[in-house]
């Protein structure tokens, strides 16, 4: 049974982790954590060995949504390297950061995170000022399948200090950095909802790998739970990617939105009422 609804979620989370360029990890780590207090599922996994097994299935996530990406040409491959370059280091540091983050705090700070960036989204059109990041950095020009064209662009030394710390997050909750690095492309470097999706693939599965040698060492993996968890994802990211070319831009910015304002009140609520 314990397997069966690892199983699921992993599906589910690969699914809208590579619809939306989550990664994957924003669903799991909040799903076995509110299974695991709310129904007593897998007492033995604290939220740093969810964290762990997260970052595992987002290799596999991560690798499975790339390549369909790849094959519809929405990765801008040098943005997704660069992105790494800022986001390798801070994934090691947040590893260290999350062994001594007890499990209310951790579900607090999620949430707010999560929130904040919903709101972020919801006020984008009125974001008039991020036009400077495309003005002084590396500009790019993409069309998408609507014959819209889109000029985005970013600061390379802004680039890498902001991915820094969504390395740090992603250590530290073991999220991907695609729940904060979507966001900042389409906010503040314009980046079309499509090539922003399918570049955070890129880079959550190489940050991914980074990480999972850090939680590795630190004995944050539960193998066992991967059986169960690692296919699941992995065929839902196939799922996900696939949904994703089917939607128009808008409506993959609404869906990203909901589900980050969601998953967010659902984990303050758990941290408020945990404490």
């Keep these: 049974m314990v397997f069966i609804v690892m199983a699921v979620v992993g599906i589910m989370s690969g699914i809208l982790g590579a619809l939306i360029g989550l990664g994957g990890g924003v669903i799991l780590v909040p799903a076995l954590l509110f299974m695991g207090t709310s129904f007593a599922f897998f007492p033995e996994l604290s939220p740093q060995k969810i964290v762990g097994l997260s970052v595992i299935m987002m290799i596999f996530t991560g690798l499975s949504s790339t390549l369909a990406y790849m094959k519809v040409r929405t990765v801008d491959y040098k943005s997704g390297f660069i992105f790494f370059a800022g986001s390798a280091p801070g994934t090691i540091v947040g590893a260290f950061i999350n062994k001594n983050l007890d499990l209310p705090s951790f579900n607090l700070y999620f949430g707010i995170l999560l929130v904040f960036l919903s709101l972020l989204l919801l006020l984008r059109d009125h974001l008039n000022a991020v036009q400077w990041f495309v003005e002084n950095g590396r500009k790019t020009t993409f069309t998408d399948r609507e014959k819209k064209e889109y000029v985005y662009?970013?600061?390379?030394?802004?680039?890498?200090?902001?991915?820094?710390?969504?390395?740090?997050?992603?250590?530290?909750?073991?999220?991907?950095?695609?729940?904060?690095?979507?966001?900042?492309?389409?906010?503040?470097?314009?980046?079309?909802?499509?090539?922003?999706?399918?570049?955070?693939m890129l880079m959550v599965f190489l940050s991914a790998l980074v990480n999972s040698v850090t939680h590795i060492s630190l004995g944050n993996v539960p193998w066992i739970y991967t059986l169960a968890v690692v296919p699941g994802a992995y065929m839902g990211a196939k799922i996900g990617a696939a949904l994703n070319k089917r939607l128009n831009s808008e409506m993959l910015v609404t869906i990203l939105r909901i589900v980050l304002l969601v998953l967010g009140i659902r984990s303050i609520y758990e941290g408020i009422f945990s404490i």
Excluded: D, E, N
Aim: aromatic share 16%; glycine share 16%.
């Design 153 to 200: 662009g970013y600061p390379i030394w802004f680039a890498l200090l902001l991915t820094f710390f969504v390395g740090v997050a992603s250590g530290l909750f073991g999220i991907g950095g695609g729940s904060i690095i979507v966001p900042a492309m389409i906010l503040l470097f314009l980046f079309p909802p499509h090539v922003a999706v399918g570049t955070s």
